[in-house]
């Protein structure tokens, strides 16, 4: 079974930089666009970036020119460089693939707190 596993969340002054990383257990990224998504209290999960298999990347608004999904194939490692965090991105953060069908269990995710 595919396992996915985020991490490098934290806590971040307004303006500050994360990046998040999101190790899978098999090649998966390589076969499969791939996303980050967040949900914060109460709010539905979100998509926020996505990478196809050809390397285009789309972004959700709020994120746009901030946020840059990338991935290594190599290593099964999916990356988010999130910069300019503002207390609104504040929430937990997953990775998994676009497509419903090809949907892996969800990871615990990783923790991203925006606070001064």
């Known amino acids: 079974q595919v396992q996915l596993v985020e991490s490098g969340g934290g806590l971040v002054q307004p303006g500050g930089s994360l990046r998040l990383s999101c190790a899978a257990s098999v090649t998966i990224f390589s076969g499969n666009a791939m996303g980050w998504y967040r949900q914060s209290p109460g709010k539905r999960r979100e998509l926020l970036a996505s990478l196809t298999r050809g390397g285009s990347t789309n972004y959700a608004s709020s994120v746009s020119g901030r946020f840059t999904i990338s991935r290594d194939n190599a290593k099964n490692i999916l990356y988010l460089q999130m910069n300019n965090l503002k207390p609104d991105d504040t929430a937990v953060y997953y990775c998994?693939?676009?497509?419903?069908?090809?949907?892996?269990?969800w990871g615990q995710g990783t923790q991203v707190t925006v606070s001064s």
């Open positions: 998994n693939t676009v497509s419903i069908s090809s949907r892996v269990p």
